[in-house]
């Protein structure tokens, strides 16, 4: 069985993704084996000291070394590993790839926005819906929300933007980049009507749980107004005792849903589609597209 591993060090959380690799009908496809998911929230760090701290470096180095002996013990022959916004902004990002080679011997790559983006969409979501549609793709992160706008199937603009859940917590996100965010929007969707939605990471894919929808129907902007209202009515504590939301997913929750209703908001999409995909399952279909296409 041929296995290929993604890793993902976002702002938020640290994944694994180990996926089976196999061919039908003449197409390369792959199957989840193995997620693991560590909220080590680097961005906490990063975004306000500019700095990894010592100690979650050690973390994060700590998890390298499991990723690393995972990966051997699952026999995987070719793996990506991708830093992304915290690990971006940290003055020792480079120090720390460099550590992590050294002791768990895994090549890390510190990616900028735009390759960030270009991973997301490797998922090629859009082949799986309606090709005559214009489609807004959202990923929402801790550090950043990647944006792409899709006409007839084809990727037309593409941009990362510094805002995200992490950010928006700790009070750095900027004015200027919420604005620079909404022109960028406006300009890139203004010749299209009747735009729809996809949205994908961990956040957008709970509250699609939480929602109650049927797999694969989309989530419709009223849906996850009243939801934000609803979870917004709930303390922290009530959000993880009450609704049993992940501590680390109480907090980043509601500004994840802020980003999405707002940019709903600015180009009047009134439903998004929540495919189970995100940076990982995009760095398993690059792979698969530059070892075997």
């Known amino acids: 069985m041929l296995r290929y591993a993604a890793i993902d060090i976002g702002s938020n959380a640290v994944r694994l993704l180990i996926a089976d690799i196999s061919k039908q009908e003449g197409k390369y496809k792959y199957k989840k084996n193995t997620l693991i998911r560590v909220p080590l929230r680097l961005g906490d760090d990063a975004f306000l000291d500019q700095k990894i701290s010592a100690r979650k470096c050690s973390d994060l180095v700590k998890t390298m070394v499991a990723f690393k002996n995972l990966m051997d013990v699952y026999h995987v022959s070719e793996y990506l590993a991708c830093a992304t916004s915290a690990m971006r902004e940290a003055s020792n990002g480079l120090d720390i790839v460099k550590l992590i080679k050294a002791e768990a011997d895994v090549d890390l790559e510190i990616i900028e926005g735009q390759r960030e983006a270009n991973i997301i969409y490797a998922n090629h979501i859009e082949e799986e819906l309606d090709e005559n549609k214009t489609y807004l793709y959202i990923d929402v992160g801790g550090g950043s929300t990647e944006l ?47 735009i729809a939605g996809i949205g994908t990471g961990g956040n957008i894919n709970k509250l699609f749980r939480m929602s109650d929808e049927k797999e694969n129907a989309p989530l419709s902007v009223q849906k996850l107004n009243s939801m934000y209202n609803k979870l917004n009515s709930y303390s922290l504590k009530e959000r993880i005792n009450v609704l049993g939301l992940n501590p680390d997913r109480a907090d980043v929750i509601i500004p994840a849903a802020e980003i999405y209703l707002t940019l709903m908001k600015w180009t009047g999409i009134k439903q998004i589609f929540v495919p189970k995909v995100g940076m990982a399952d995009g760095i398993i279909k690059m792979l698969i597209e530059e070892k075997l296409a």
Not at 173 to 186: A, I, L
Request: aromatic share 10%.
């Open 148 to 194: 792409s706008v899709f006409v007839k199937g084809t990727p037309e603009a593409s941009r990362s933007f510094n805002i995200g859940t992490i950010r928006m917590l700790d009070n750095q996100d900027k004015e200027e980049t919420w604005e620079e965010m909404k022109e960028w929007v406006k300009e890139n969707t203004k010749n299209y009507k009747h």
